[in-house]
């Protein structure tokens, strides 16, 4: 079946450095979503991104897909104490019938 | 106050024991899902559904059940036939099933301990 593999499990930054995210599926997707889990709640989605090449901006984040639709990535630029959460990609396509395939997810701490 | 409800937010029992944890949404929602999250293993998906009276297993459903007799609600059990079953459970809702686009909305959780 479908799977996809993110990396790293964890992240441990200074406040103000960089943050990246990557996430890898074993087969093409149609889409891929980003979620964000503050410690002690639930998944909250973040964006969708659908286009091969697509890359879309939040504020301090950057999401990007894959030419191949096969990867894609989350990086955030000058983290802040409230960056810190389990950041998930969930992908769609494929034989998932429109159910998401998370990723293991990373663990973003940062110290102030 | 739209969104997804489940009761209760900790909830402890004995080896042995079913439990059924409970899950409702005012979202309007067609389809259903339910999660399981252990450290470092991300969300695994249990069951799912659709529709009402309809549902179907997803990659870790054994030692599990559920019904979807109402669109509102998607209760799960958690039978003695889980040989791990402390976790925590998460239940999810979509617009529709099979539409690529549709993004998931997540209850706050259920965190059991089975002792």
């Known amino acids: 079946g479908q799977q996809v593999m993110q990396i790293p499990q964890y992240q441990h930054v200074q406040e103000g450095e960089d943050f990246t995210t990557y996430c890898n599926s074993s087969?093409?997707?149609?889409?891929i979503q980003w979620y964000k889990q503050r410690p002690g709640g639930h998944p909250v989605f973040l964006i969708q991104?659908?286009?091969?090449?697509e890359v879309k901006k939040q504020k301090r984040l950057t999401f990007q897909f894959g030419e191949a639709k096969k990867n894609s990535s989350l990086h955030i630029t000058a983290t802040q104490t409230t960056d810190v959460g389990t950041y998930f990609c969930?992908?769609?396509?494929?034989?998932?019938?429109?159910?998401?395939?998370f990723g293991q997810g990373t663990i973003l701490t940062v110290h102030p | 106050d739209g969104g997804i409800t489940q009761s209760p937010k900790y909830l402890f029992r004995k080896e042995g024991q079913n439990v059924t944890l409970s899950c409702e949404q005012n979202l309007n929602h067609d389809a259903m899902y339910w999660y399981r999250q252990d450290p470092g293993q991300g969300l695994r998906l249990i069951y799912y559904?659709?529709?009402?009276?309809?549902?179907q297993k997803g990659d870790i459903a054994e030692g599990y059940s559920v019904s979807r007799e109402k669109k509102e609600s998607f209760p799960l059990t958690v039978t003695s036939a889980q040989k791990n079953p402390t976790a925590f459970y998460l239940c999810?809702?979509?617009?529709?099933?099979?539409?690529?686009?549709?993004?998931?909305?997540f209850g706050p959780g259920t965190r059991l301990t089975v002792l």
């Open positions: 087969t093409t997707l149609s889409n």
């Open positions: 991104l659908v286009k091969s090449g």
């Open positions: 999810a809702s979509s617009p529709q099933l099979g539409r690529w686009t549709d993004t998931q909305y």
């Open positions: 559904s659709q529709i009402v009276n309809d549902f």
């Open positions: 969930a992908g769609a396509g494929g034989t998932s019938y429109g159910k998401l395939t």
